[in-house]
Protein backbone atom coordinates (compact mmCIF):
# COMPACT_ATOMS: atom_id res chain seq x y z
CA UNK A 1 0.00 0.00 0.00
CA UNK A 2 2.41 2.95 -1.01
CA UNK A 3 1.43 5.89 -2.69
CA UNK A 4 1.54 6.32 -5.83
CA UNK A 5 4.12 9.29 -6.83
CA UNK A 6 2.63 12.08 -8.79
CA UNK A 7 4.88 15.44 -8.93
CA UNK A 8 4.81 18.20 -5.79
CA UNK A 9 3.97 20.80 -7.85
CA UNK A 10 3.08 21.67 -11.40
CA UNK A 11 2.57 25.35 -13.37
CA UNK A 12 1.34 27.11 -16.18
CA UNK A 13 -0.23 30.12 -17.07
CA UNK A 14 -3.87 30.81 -18.26
CA UNK A 15 -4.23 29.34 -21.51
CA UNK A 16 -1.73 26.73 -21.49
CA UNK A 17 -2.11 23.19 -20.81
CA UNK A 18 -0.04 20.93 -18.55
CA UNK A 19 -0.20 17.78 -17.19
CA UNK A 20 0.42 15.67 -14.02
CA UNK A 21 1.81 12.26 -13.88
CA UNK A 22 0.67 9.81 -11.40
CA UNK A 23 3.31 6.43 -11.25
CA UNK A 24 2.19 3.28 -9.31
CA UNK A 25 3.29 0.11 -9.54
CA UNK A 26 2.35 -3.41 -11.73
CA UNK A 27 0.05 -4.29 -8.60
CA UNK A 28 -2.11 -1.18 -8.95
CA UNK A 29 -2.24 1.83 -11.95
CA UNK A 30 -0.65 -1.25 -14.44
CA UNK A 31 -2.73 -3.89 -13.45
CA UNK A 32 -6.63 -1.90 -13.68
CA UNK A 33 -8.09 0.28 -15.83
CA UNK A 34 -9.63 2.34 -12.22
CA UNK A 35 -7.99 5.19 -11.57
CA UNK A 36 -9.48 8.46 -10.54
CA UNK A 37 -8.58 12.13 -10.61
CA UNK A 38 -9.58 14.32 -7.88
CA UNK A 39 -9.82 18.59 -7.13
CA UNK A 40 -9.35 19.75 -3.92
CA UNK A 41 -9.29 23.34 -3.21
CA UNK A 42 -8.03 24.76 0.37
CA UNK A 43 -10.81 23.76 3.16
CA UNK A 44 -12.98 22.06 0.89
CA UNK A 45 -14.00 18.30 0.31
CA UNK A 46 -12.29 16.49 -3.03
CA UNK A 47 -13.84 16.74 -6.05
CA UNK A 48 -14.34 13.68 -8.95
CA UNK A 49 -12.64 14.89 -12.13
CA UNK A 50 -12.34 11.75 -14.10
CA UNK A 51 -12.83 7.98 -13.47
CA UNK A 52 -11.59 4.41 -14.93
CA UNK A 53 -8.61 6.39 -16.34
CA UNK A 54 -10.16 8.41 -18.60
CA UNK A 55 -14.05 9.19 -18.11
CA UNK A 56 -15.13 12.18 -17.43
CA UNK A 57 -18.21 12.82 -14.79
CA UNK A 58 -21.31 14.94 -16.19
CA UNK A 59 -20.41 18.83 -15.41
CA UNK A 60 -17.03 18.31 -15.51
CA UNK A 61 -15.35 20.67 -17.90
CA UNK A 62 -13.82 18.76 -21.07
CA UNK A 63 -10.29 21.05 -20.71
CA UNK A 64 -9.76 18.03 -18.20
CA UNK A 65 -8.62 14.29 -19.56
CA UNK A 66 -7.11 11.26 -18.54
CA UNK A 67 -4.85 8.68 -19.60
CA UNK A 68 -2.83 6.11 -18.84
CA UNK A 69 0.24 4.36 -20.38
CA UNK A 70 1.81 0.99 -18.21
CA UNK A 71 2.25 1.86 -15.01
CA UNK A 72 1.68 5.87 -14.65
CA UNK A 73 -1.40 7.84 -15.56
CA UNK A 74 -1.64 11.04 -16.69
CA UNK A 75 -4.10 13.92 -16.04
CA UNK A 76 -4.36 16.76 -18.24
CA UNK A 77 -5.45 20.29 -18.04
CA UNK A 78 -6.04 22.20 -21.57
CA UNK A 79 -6.73 26.11 -21.42
CA UNK A 80 -5.61 26.60 -17.81
CA UNK A 81 -8.03 28.79 -15.78
CA UNK A 82 -7.58 30.94 -12.58
CA UNK A 83 -10.13 28.52 -11.13
CA UNK A 84 -8.11 25.19 -11.97
CA UNK A 85 -5.71 26.48 -9.18
CA UNK A 86 -5.78 23.54 -6.90
CA UNK A 87 -4.31 20.17 -5.41
CA UNK A 88 -5.07 16.90 -7.58
CA UNK A 89 -4.69 13.56 -6.39
CA UNK A 90 -5.09 10.26 -8.36
CA UNK A 91 -6.11 7.24 -6.95
CA UNK A 92 -5.70 4.05 -8.13
CA UNK A 93 -7.67 0.39 -6.84
CA UNK A 94 -4.70 -1.26 -5.67
CA UNK A 95 -6.64 -5.02 -5.37
CA UNK A 96 -7.61 -7.09 -2.52
CA UNK A 97 -10.19 -4.72 -1.72
CA UNK A 98 -7.73 -1.33 -1.15
CA UNK A 99 -7.27 1.90 -2.44
CA UNK A 100 -4.22 4.21 -3.11
CA UNK A 101 -3.98 7.85 -3.08
CA UNK A 102 -0.77 9.60 -4.96
CA UNK A 103 0.96 12.28 -2.41
CA UNK A 104 -0.96 15.00 -4.44
CA UNK A 105 0.02 17.68 -7.07
CA UNK A 106 -0.28 21.66 -6.74
CA UNK A 107 -1.08 23.57 -9.01
CA UNK A 108 -0.53 27.05 -9.80
CA UNK A 109 -2.21 29.30 -12.66
CA UNK A 110 0.90 31.89 -12.69
CA UNK B 1 -29.14 16.28 -3.77
CA UNK B 2 -26.40 13.80 -2.22
CA UNK B 3 -25.54 14.85 0.80
CA UNK B 4 -22.95 12.88 3.38
CA UNK B 5 -22.53 14.82 6.68
CA UNK B 6 -19.33 13.68 9.27
CA UNK B 7 -19.46 13.87 12.76
CA UNK B 8 -17.84 12.90 15.40
CA UNK B 9 -14.38 14.75 15.62
CA UNK B 10 -12.72 16.04 18.05
CA UNK B 11 -9.88 15.68 20.80
CA UNK B 12 -8.50 12.61 22.36
CA UNK B 13 -5.41 11.42 23.91
CA UNK B 14 -3.11 8.85 22.84
CA UNK B 15 -4.53 5.62 23.28
CA UNK B 16 -8.33 6.89 23.72
CA UNK B 17 -11.19 5.93 21.04
CA UNK B 18 -13.65 7.73 19.50
CA UNK B 19 -16.25 7.04 16.75
CA UNK B 20 -17.18 8.72 13.73
CA UNK B 21 -20.72 8.69 12.01
CA UNK B 22 -21.53 9.86 8.42
CA UNK B 23 -25.21 10.44 7.93
CA UNK B 24 -26.17 10.52 4.24
CA UNK B 25 -29.47 11.39 2.15
CA UNK B 26 -30.53 12.14 -0.68
CA UNK B 27 -30.09 8.39 -2.44
CA UNK B 28 -30.69 4.71 -1.99
CA UNK B 29 -27.91 4.30 0.84
CA UNK B 30 -27.95 0.57 1.00
CA UNK B 31 -27.19 0.51 -2.36
CA UNK B 32 -23.50 1.69 -2.13
CA UNK B 33 -20.57 0.79 -0.57
CA UNK B 34 -18.95 3.31 1.43
CA UNK B 35 -15.45 4.79 2.35
CA UNK B 36 -13.50 6.46 4.77
CA UNK B 37 -10.27 8.49 3.80
CA UNK B 38 -8.46 10.59 5.84
CA UNK B 39 -6.31 13.46 5.71
CA UNK B 40 -3.57 14.79 7.95
CA UNK B 41 -3.05 18.66 8.12
CA UNK B 42 -1.07 19.43 4.86
CA UNK B 43 -0.85 16.30 3.92
CA UNK B 44 -2.49 14.21 1.15
CA UNK B 45 -5.29 12.04 0.90
CA UNK B 46 -5.14 8.71 2.02
CA UNK B 47 -7.64 5.55 2.05
CA UNK B 48 -8.43 4.18 5.26
CA UNK B 49 -11.52 1.28 5.65
CA UNK B 50 -14.13 0.26 2.77
CA UNK B 51 -17.43 -1.60 3.56
CA UNK B 52 -19.51 -3.32 0.98
CA UNK B 53 -23.51 -2.23 0.75
CA UNK B 54 -24.78 -4.82 3.29
CA UNK B 55 -22.33 -4.83 5.22
CA UNK B 56 -21.06 -8.24 5.16
CA UNK B 57 -17.22 -7.17 3.68
CA UNK B 58 -14.61 -4.92 4.92
CA UNK B 59 -11.32 -3.73 4.47
CA UNK B 60 -8.78 -2.25 5.75
CA UNK B 61 -5.57 0.25 5.43
CA UNK B 62 -2.44 -1.67 7.21
CA UNK B 63 -2.14 1.09 9.02
CA UNK B 64 -5.37 0.94 10.79
CA UNK B 65 -6.12 -2.63 10.59
CA UNK B 66 -6.62 -4.00 14.00
CA UNK B 67 -7.52 -0.50 15.63
CA UNK B 68 -10.53 0.75 13.36
CA UNK B 69 -13.75 -1.10 12.71
CA UNK B 70 -15.88 0.53 9.69
CA UNK B 71 -19.98 -0.31 10.27
CA UNK B 72 -23.40 0.57 8.87
CA UNK B 73 -26.53 0.85 9.58
CA UNK B 74 -28.62 0.63 6.68
CA UNK B 75 -31.90 1.60 8.59
CA UNK B 76 -30.65 4.22 9.66
CA UNK B 77 -28.33 5.81 6.51
CA UNK B 78 -25.40 6.24 8.72
CA UNK B 79 -21.82 5.02 7.81
CA UNK B 80 -19.65 4.73 11.09
CA UNK B 81 -15.40 4.47 11.97
CA UNK B 82 -14.69 3.28 15.29
CA UNK B 83 -11.23 4.07 16.22
CA UNK B 84 -9.88 2.39 18.78
CA UNK B 85 -5.76 2.77 20.21
CA UNK B 86 -5.29 6.36 18.39
CA UNK B 87 -2.32 7.41 18.16
CA UNK B 88 -0.86 11.13 17.22
CA UNK B 89 -0.23 9.72 13.36
CA UNK B 90 -4.38 9.25 13.52
CA UNK B 91 -4.65 13.14 13.66
CA UNK B 92 -6.60 13.84 10.17
CA UNK B 93 -9.66 15.61 8.96
CA UNK B 94 -11.92 12.38 8.33
CA UNK B 95 -14.02 12.21 4.88
CA UNK B 96 -16.45 9.83 4.03
CA UNK B 97 -17.27 9.08 0.80
CA UNK B 98 -19.79 7.30 -1.72
CA UNK B 99 -18.32 4.73 -3.84
CA UNK B 100 -19.51 4.09 -7.58
CA UNK B 101 -17.76 1.22 -8.87
CA UNK B 102 -14.19 1.65 -7.93
CA UNK B 103 -14.09 6.05 -7.96
CA UNK B 104 -15.49 8.30 -5.13
CA UNK B 105 -18.53 10.22 -6.59
CA UNK B 106 -19.22 12.03 -3.60
CA UNK B 107 -17.51 13.15 -0.43
CA UNK B 108 -18.71 14.69 2.92
CA UNK B 109 -16.87 18.05 4.46
CA UNK B 110 -14.81 16.09 7.05
CA UNK B 111 -14.68 15.88 10.18
CA UNK B 112 -11.38 16.80 12.21
CA UNK B 113 -9.79 14.53 14.75
CA UNK B 114 -7.19 15.33 16.67
CA UNK B 115 -4.94 13.33 19.29
CA UNK B 116 -2.72 14.73 21.29
CA UNK B 117 -2.17 15.10 25.23
Known amino acids: QSALTQPASVSGSPGQSITISCTGTSSDVGSYNLVSWYQQHPGKAPKLMIY???ERPSGVSNRFSGSKSGNTASLTISGLQAEDEAHYYC??????????FGGGTKLTVL | EVQLVESGGGLVQPGGSLRLSCAASGFSFRSYYMHWVRQAPGKGLVWVSR????????SYADSVKGRFTISRDNAKNTLYLQMNSLRAEDTAVYYC??????????WGQGTLVTVSS
Open chain 1, 91 to 100: CSYGGSSTWV
Open chain 2, 51 to 58: INSDGSST
Open chain 1, 52 to 54: EGS
Open chain 2, 97 to 106: ARASEYTYDY
